[in-house]
Nanobody, 122 residues
Framework: QVQLVESGGGLVQAGGSLRLSCAAS????????MGWFRQAPGKEREFVAS????????SYADSVKGRFTNSRDNAKNTVYLQMNSLKPEDTAIYYC???????????????WGQGTQVTVSS
C-alpha cells in the first residue's frame, strides 16, 4: 500500500507560478513511475504529466508542454510539478498517482493522493 500526499496548491494570478509536491510512503518509491492528473469542475480527470522511475523520461499533455516541468527526488520520495505561465484554464484539483509497474516509463497508474487545489485568476 502506498500513501501519497500532495501540497503546494493555492491561488495565483495568471502568468504566475506554483510548485506542487507529492510525498510518497509505503512503497519503494524509486522503482515506480509517477503521474500528475487534474480535474476541473464539471470535467473529467485528465492527464497532465508523468515521469519514469529513474526520472529519465517525462511526458506532458499538449496543454501544459513548455510551461510545466515534472521532476523527482528519489532520496526524498517526492515528485514535483513546477508550473509556470499559469492560465485560468489550469484551475483544477491536481492529483499525483503512482504507476503500477516498477521500472516502467509511465502508466497505468493506481494509487492516488487526495489532491491539491490550484486556482488561477485572470
Amino acid at each position: 500500500q502506498v500513501q501519497l500526499v500532495e501540497s503546494g496548491g493555492g491561488l495565483v494570478q495568471a502568468g504566475g507560478s506554483l510548485r506542487l509536491s507529492c510525498a510518497a510512503s509505503g512503497r519503494t518509491f524509486s522503482l515506480y513511475p509517477m503521474g500528475w492528473f487534474r480535474q476541473a469542475p464539471g470535467k473529467e480527470r485528465e492527464f497532465v504529466a508523468s515521469i519514469s522511475w529513474d526520472g529519465g523520461t517525462t511526458s506532458y499533455a499538449d496543454s501544459v508542454k513548455g510551461r510545466f516541468t515534472n521532476s523527482r527526488d528519489n532520496a526524498k520520495n517526492t515528485v514535483y510539478l513546477q508550473m509556470n505561465s499559469l492560465k485560468p484554464e489550469d484551475t483544477a484539483i491536481y492529483y499525483c498517482a503512482v504507476g503500477e509497474r516498477p521500472f516502467s516509463l509511465g502508466g497505468p497508474f493506481g494509487s492516488w493522493g487526495q489532491g491539491t487545489q490550484v486556482t488561477v485568476s485572470s
